[in-house]
């Protein structure tokens, strides 16, 4: 995933940023620890991980008060991921209180880089394109590439290890990245047959 440009706020698919697109019976998530808002990081369009699949994980963050909250964790409250199907159509606007967007909208191009593993892609990246390597925004599907220990979290609904779907970078521009304790990746994930999402992010 590479940095492809402002998109619009609204933009379908695949960005860092913006307002999600969900149900239309979504409520936008409070952070279960202080009960503020969560602030609105990506959307990953499930067929640009699987083709011919439907639908999008979309992850949200605590950023009210940041590092109180746990939102590196998986499971403690300061962070939500969802995996809406098909009828994620509606833009859902945010109420009007709490840190609830980031500071920029990026669009995203997915190119296919010849490296050993995703850490280093980035700069396999950068050499061949001449680019800033902080453009690599994350990349989508395969292996999850862990700056610590595998935290693969399990489903809730079944009990079994989740299915990854996208690493995330914070962000071309620091001044309106995500943050993951500044250097860190964010991780996604699916479990297919229950529907249900994890975040959780390392450095």
Known sequence: MTYAGPAAADAPGTRTGGVPHTPSAFEWPRCRQCAGLMQFLAQVSLADVEPGSSGLLSIFMCQNDPGLCDEWDASAGGNRAFAFGADAVQVSTPPGDGVTLLGEICAVR????????????????????????????????????????????????????????????????????????????GYGFRCRPCGTAAFLWQR
């Open 110 to 185: 997915f190119e296919q880089v010849d490296a050993e593993d995703y850490l280093e892609a980035p700069e396999w990246w950068h050499q061949r394109s001449g680019r800033p390597a902080r453009e690599v925004l994350g990349q989508v599907g395969g292996q999850a590439a862990w700056l610590q220990n595998d935290e693969t979290p399990e489903c809730d609904g079944c009990a079994q290890p989740m299915t990854f779907v996208v690493q995330l970078e914070e962000g071309h521009d620091h001044r309106t990245s995500a943050n993951f304790g500044g250097g860190g990746c």
